[in-house]
């Protein structure tokens, strides 16, 4: 007699982790991180669930945090963009420019049209004093994702600084 084998109902860590990506749709960072913290310890090679915890800590200020993260999802998966471009803008928040960087034209080799990208690179110029290179950057964010407001603002800024210098 043939048995069909049952599969086990999902439960325990799996639990966690749909928990943690839920809280992170929501908006409730510290629940997503608690979640997904809980989920890693079962399972620490689940390269996806620690890249989302790094988005956690990041949109918690939590950047020493998320940036060991998401050296961890590079060291593991070196060919994931959005690892790279989140480990830059980590990098960029604690001042790591020279990191944030080599993250960034990591990103770029791997996928030169990553959403969020240009945005990236001219927060990076802007602050190293690259002013119309940031520009440059930010308004090829907007031909790429003509809705992406940070990179909307982030132009106004940087044509009233050109502006100002008389440039």
């Not at 070196?78 to 803008?89: G, I, M």
């Not at 993250?103 to 770029?108: C, G, P, T, V």
């Not at 520009?135 to 964010?141: G, M, N």
Request: aromatic share 6%.
């Amino acid at each position: 007699m043939f048995r069909r084998r049952r599969h086990p109902k999902p439960g325990g860590a799996g639990r966690e982790r749909r928990a943690g990506l839920r809280a992170l749709a929501h908006g409730d960072f510290q629940a997503a991180a608690n979640a997904l913290c809980a989920y890693l310890e079962a399972h620490p090679e689940d390269v996806r669930t620690r890249l989302n915890l790094g988005v956690a800590y990041y949109q918690m200020g939590s950047y020493g945090p998320a940036l060991e993260q998401f050296r961890q999802v590079v060291a593991a998966q070196p060919d994931l963009p959005e690892a790279w471009l989140n480990l830059a803008a980590a990098a960029n928040q604690l001042g790591l420019l020279s990191l944030a960087g080599e993250a960034l034209e990591k990103a770029a080799e791997l996928s030169p049209n990553l959403a969020g990208l240009h945005y990236n690179l001219a927060v990076l110029r802007y602050k190293q004093g690259r002013i119309a290179e940031a520009l440059a950057e930010a308004e090829t964010e907007l031909v790429l994702n003509p809705r992406h407001r940070p990179a909307q603002e982030l132009v106004r800024e940087l044509e009233a600084r050109l502006l100002a210098r008389g440039e």
